[in-house]
């Protein structure tokens, strides 16, 4: 009855189903909740403030081709991220920029932080932190380390669970110093929300004759892996299967469980205009949360209240969400087996943070979208 099942209705998901449903494909798409969207649905709460259930998500991308695409979908309105940190009681832009050495050191000193950055990065817009602390500089590198304390370490090691010293140094190297005043979180070409909100992108994506949706339908009870074939409910599936969910899930964890880390969401209402003065506020050093999200500067709501998230990191223990990898070594090495596994399933294919055991951008797993459905005929 259908040419490709398709697990999960995130963008990944979503985008796929779309793509081959204009291919005149007929789509089954299966997801074990009751909306479509994946992390990015929404809801409006007791306020009347549209909040992402699943913690904020923001849309950004220097891609013209995903930024084009979405627009068949929905209406966007221009939106540049900010993020303040709270660094030793003062709200600072983050990434640190030159906004931020001046907030947090005297004059004379903020001056000479300065004078030397652009000393000894005259061509650069930004630098990352790694750069800093391994400079033969004194100022620069006791700036790097002040920058990686206050800033990096701490939140890392909260959002992670991991000891400091065991930070891997390529994580370290994607944290960047702004050398300017741009205090944008983003530096994309391309910055946008929703006007309507992500669920009218996703109903409109899989609004085809193509394309039929089984929600609350866990995937783990009606596909299976016998004999490296695909069967949907208990009979033989020769047609594509799209997988968008735990790649150790679907080969019933044969190799051991992949971990990841979770989080915990603390929604709260407020009877005020706004609670922080800024979108997100980071949280990275004497707190157990990470950050406050504030939605009404997301969704560009006017009323009189507001509502916030707090989010606490916490291990993904099977019954809570797991939102990220882990990438290790260890981990990674398992993630391969699993890899290995899957790629002799000639009609089997794996797409999304949780299939491919990797972090994905919103706009990033959207052009793997796009890969797949081109490799479905």
Sequence with gaps: MYDVIIVGAGFAGSVIANELAKKNKKVLILDKRSSVGGNMYEETDKNGIKIHKYGPHIFHTNSSEVFEYLNKYGEWYFYEHTVLGNIDGNLVPIPFNFKSIELVFNKEKADTIKSKLMEHYPDKNKVSILDLISHNDETIRSFGDFVYEKVFANYTAKQWDINVKDIDASVINRVPVILGYDSRYFQDKYQFMPKNGYNEIFTNLLDSPNIDIGLNTDAANCIQIKDNKIFYKGKQFKGELVYTGQIDELFG?????????????????????????????????????????????????????????????????????????????????????????????????????????????????????????????
């Design 253 to 377: 964890f044969e190799y051991g469980k992949l971990p990841y880390r979770s989080l915990r969401f603390v929604f709260e209402n407020y009877k005020m205009n706004y609670f922080q003065p800024s979108s997100v506020v980071n949280y990275p050093n004497e707190h157990k949360y990470t950050r406050i999200t504030e939605f009404k500067y997301l969704t560009n709501q006017l009323c009189d209240s507001t509502t916030t998230l707090r989010e606490y990191p916490q291990k993904y223990d099977g019954n809570n969400i797991p939102y990220y990898s882990i990438a290790n070594e260890e981990n990674n090495i398992l993630y391969e087996q699993y890899r290995n596994r899957a790629i002799i399933i000639k009609n089997l294919h794996m797409c999304g943070r949780l299939a491919e055991y990797k972090y994905y951008n919103m706009d990033q797993v959207i052009l793997r979208a796009f890969e797949i459905a081109k490799e479905i005929n």
